[in-house]
């Protein structure tokens, strides 16, 4: 799955596993992965040191971290909180943020695609929603009481970290229903996740 533990001992152990390569992999990886001159880290048990280490990726906001398995030697680098998604559930399927206050509609037809909304149930999760934004006010399920002006079927989104304090800038959200999924919803203070196919 997504390669983490809660502790970071266990981390190094799990990543050591021969089965993981990770021997392989310390040859070829960079230390520093933006910076390809820092070299790499020429022994498994030093790799999986680095690797488990926690970092900006497997945290929320600050110092908060997206869960309690933050050691992670995934290429993710960062937890899953839901299962995985079935095999082939995006084939074919170009999953893009719109434009602030655009619709899902919109952006795909920008991209010469239209809107499937028998896929946005897939993209309806914190972890798909990471994959794209940072969410860096956190991520929940969209509900009355989340003072969010996010419309209905207008969902998932991430609220631009612009938008006035009561909206909850800089936070991500998921539907709880599935008509709040939907291609045409928009709001002018919201990036939408969208599943764009060809026609």
């Known amino acids: 799955m997504d390669k983490c533990c809660t502790e970071y001992e266990y981390c190094v152990s799990c990543c050591m596993d021969p089965k993981h390569d990770a021997a392989g992999l310390a040859r070829v990886t960079?230390?520093?992965?933006?910076?390809?001159?820092?070299?790499?880290?020429?022994?498994?048990?030093?790799?999986?040191?680095?690797?488990?280490?926690?970092?900006?990726?497997?945290?929320?906001?600050?110092?908060?971290?997206?869960?309690?398995?933050?050691?992670?030697?995934?290429?993710?680098?960062?937890?899953?909180?839901?299962?995985?998604?079935?095999?082939?559930?995006?084939?074919?399927?170009?999953?893009?943020?719109?434009?602030?206050?655009?619709?899902?509609?919109?952006?795909?037809?920008?991209?010469?695609?239209?809107?499937?909304?028998?896929?946005?149930?897939?993209?309806?999760s914190c972890d798909r929603l990471r994959e794209h934004v940072g969410c860096e006010a956190g991520c929940e399920p969209h509900s009355k009481s989340s003072q969010s002006v996010v419309s209905a079927g207008g969902l998932p989104a991430y609220l631009d970290g612009n938008a006035p304090k009561a909206n909850r800038p800089a936070m991500c959200f998921t539907a709880t229903v599935e008509s709040a999924l939907g291609c045409a919803g928009r709001d002018q203070n919201a990036y939408r996740l969208c599943s764009c196919v060809v026609p």
Request: one cysteine or more; charged letters at 25%; a positive charge.
């Open 30 to 124: 960079a230390r520093s992965p933006k910076n390809r001159d820092s070299g790499t880290w020429g022994e498994a048990f030093e790799y999986c040191r680095g690797v488990c280490r926690s970092h900006g990726r497997s945290t929320v906001h600050e110092n908060a971290y997206i869960s309690t398995r933050h050691h992670c030697f995934s290429k993710l680098g960062k937890p899953l909180l839901t299962e995985p998604l079935p095999a082939n559930a995006l084939d074919k399927v170009e999953v893009v943020m719109s434009a602030l206050g655009e619709s899902c509609d919109t952006a795909c037809t920008k991209r010469g695609k239209q809107c499937s909304s028998k896929h946005l149930p897939y993209l309806n």
